[in-house]
């Protein structure tokens, strides 16, 4: 799975922008200049009331009271706040305006003053701060969490964090008559009939999904009731419509109050906005989601996680108590602003507790990067204070010298001044960060053992076990690729000790090139029941994250890492040493391992040369020659030890010799050894006087191994007096025989002639053989006619007839010939096949 936005963030933010720009739209309007009475409207009545004024304004001078209806302006009848808006904008400031009131059943005049739009009170500066905190706490989280999944906590609390900047910007905003008053309030009051449902689902969804049990697995619940009681737990677990309903049912509730209310002609009571009704199913939502979060704290299992959940607890319930209290019951009930400072000042708590829960429970450490930019910024601040005094005291002692000085002596300090912070900045790290500075010291360590170590041994202690102790975790394992496996030597017990490689699991991590959290690995469960089981033993062990180690696309290795002793996540400094230190870890772990390839290879190599001595110790470098016939051969692997040989074996008869040519199955070492086995099994054999029929059968025998399957292709030839011997084939070629004139044939094949050791019970046919005097007999291996040019095309028999064809000599002669001739086909390219040849010509008796 690759790293990026997942569904919905566009949206997301989309509506977070578009919540900021309303926001800053209603505290801009506050700001421009327009004609303005004073009067701040009640925006839970229809008609024109006022709710307070401005102190100090033209209404308040004029005599205007709260609870006074506004039925005229500017001698024209007014109905809406529009129409006093329309009347407002065709005078200027600085006009006296008349005003008809209506007052206790009575109409009373007076003349306004109009004056300049003023801002709003002190109160709703504080709902302004505090409504932006919101936002910027919302949005810091959810950029800090790009990658987390639609509906998942940090999403939540932004969606969440919209609606408290746009329900304090805009519904607490002193009512006025502008359009943009309208447009706002509206908003304002829309938020706040979702803030209750944001709120119930962010505490269904923090930590995690609360899973509600109506029904016990193991009690059996028949009949309708039980039916039903296992659909709502189905609806409430795994439904994606469960939070569509929440969010739907507030809005669709208040429109159909009002509805109700206009079709049965009663006045409904609105409370910021909102029916008392609506203000119950709020308050519903809240207990709701108070009660969620108490089931939450409840279960949790570790003590970070309960601290952190009762912090979120004890926030809320402090923090919107007095809120709903001070900011929107009395000021309903009382008809005045006068407590709402007191509810909105607790306010600020919700979304510091709610933002350090999440952070903290996403491995995100806001304190200490606070701290740190707070300490380096007063340390920057202390140091130019220094500097300044320094000038200015250097311009009082100097000022009677030369007029430069000054300017020369702030240039030096100027000089002087950024190599000054920096080195103050280590004693900062060190008093107030201890442990953080000793732990970067110590990987800076183990960046340099890492750079020094090539031993993957070494480089597993290193890059675990020595990090586990730096970083104080509670486990750290590293698996190292070996083949079609990941290998750890450090996972502790609950953990898996091989990885397959071909695990969803594990090419996802192949494709990453940062730290991976677990949340990201999720949607592997559903695509692959394997990666599902091995993400669940790293959970329960407490995984935090998993750390590729890769260059140019390879992955070498998985670093897994367990959570810290201190039960704190893992923060932004921390990620950028392990990312470090991965980075030059699977470099090291790339030489290494090319280092022990090469050691391997050396030794093979090694090990190749004592077999290619062996190999060639055992073949004779010359045949034993009978009366009358000459014997030549040669014999050239096509690796540095080949499978390929010839030998004499010995007969009975004092002026017989016995030749064979073998070519066994395999090559290099394995190749060798059965050679070496093939030439022991055949000289027994011989030794024990056994003819040519019986000496092959009992080499099958021998050989013969349905486990391995292993064979020889074998030719025998008997050499005997007057030109006359025997031969047998047993998967080898079937030899040539050069006449006289440089004719040249092949000699009649055998009927059988399966490779000795390829099944039980074969029988071989031995055929008579008889030569003419120079005439020549040459037995060779399938490498001479499977030997192939650049093109791919094959040496062949026809080549090598024609080659025998035209040289006419000894033995010698003519394997040397043809062995030039291949080698001149191959153009001295890699040998395609062991070559074996074996030559004997009959020049008859002396």
Known sequence: MSRGRSPGLVSLLTFGVAGFLVACLSILDMFLPRPYDGVILDPDRSEIVVRALAPGSGAALAGVQPGDRIAGVGREVVRSASEVAQVLQSHSIGERVPYLLERSGTLVEVVVELGPRQLGTTSYLYACFSGFLFFFIGLYVLLQRLEESRGGPSRVFFALCTLFLLFLVCRLRPASYSWVDGVVLTTGTLSLLVLPAAFLHFFLVFPRRLKLTLVSPTEPWEGSGGRLLRGVERFVNESPNLFRVLYLLPPLFYVLTLLLGSLFAVRIRLVSGAPISSWVLMGDYLVLGLLALLGSLLRAQEGRERRQIATVFIGTVVGITPFLVFGVVLPSLLRTDRYLFWGVVPLALVPLTFAYAIVRFHFFDINVIVRKSVLYTLATAVVAGIYGLGIAASTLLFSGSSPYFPLLLALAILAIFDPLRRRLQGPVDRFFFREVYDARRAVEEVSVGVVREFSIEGLEALLATRLSEIMH???????????????????????????????????????????????????????????????????????????????????????????????????????????????????????????????????????????????????????????????????????????????????????????????????????????????????????????????????NQRLYSPQHRLFVALAYLLLRPRGTGLYALAGQPTPLVRRKHGRVEELPAPANRLPIGALRGVHWDVLPLSLEPGELVLVYSDGVTDARDAAGEPFGDERLKQVLADVDGEPRVVVDEVMRAVEAFTAGGEPYDDITLVAVRWVGER
């Not at 469960?525 to 260059?551: H, I, N, Q, Y």
């Open 473 to 699: 975790l509670e486990w750290a394992a590293l698996y190292v690729r070996e083949g079609k496996v990941l290998v750890s030597q450090t996972a502790p017990p609950p953990l898996p000790r091989e990885l397959p490689a071909r695990l969803l699991l594990v090419e996802e991590l192949t494709r990453q090139d940062e730290p991976v959290r677990p949340g990201v690995l999720e949607p592997l469960k559903a695509l692959d029941s394997e990666s599902r089981k091995v993400l669940e033993e790293f959970g329960g062990a407490g995984l935090r994250l998993f750390v590729p180690l890769r260059t140019r696309g390879q992955l070498h290795a998985v670093l897994a890492l367990g959570p810290k002793r201190s039960e704190e996540e893992f923060g932004s400094d921390d990620l950028q040493l392990v990312r470090t230190l991965a980075n030059q870890g699977a470099v090291a772990l790339e030489n290494a391992r090319l280092l022990r390839e090469r050691t391997r290879q050396l030794e093979l190599e090694k090990e190749l040369e004592i077999a290619r001595r062996v190999q060639f110790a055992l073949i004779p470098l010359h045949l034993p020659s009978p009366p009358g016939w000459q014997v030549a051969a040669s014999c050239v692997p096509a690796r540095q030890v080949g499978g390929d040989f010839y030998d004499a074996l010995t007969d009975g008869d004092g002026g017989s010799v016995a030749l064979v040519v073998g070519d066994v199955s395999g090559k290099s070492v394995s190749g060798a050894m059965l050679m070496v086995a093939a030439r022991e099994v055949l000289h027994t054999a011989a030794l024990g006087g056994a003819s040519p029929e019986r000496l092959l059968e009992v080499a």
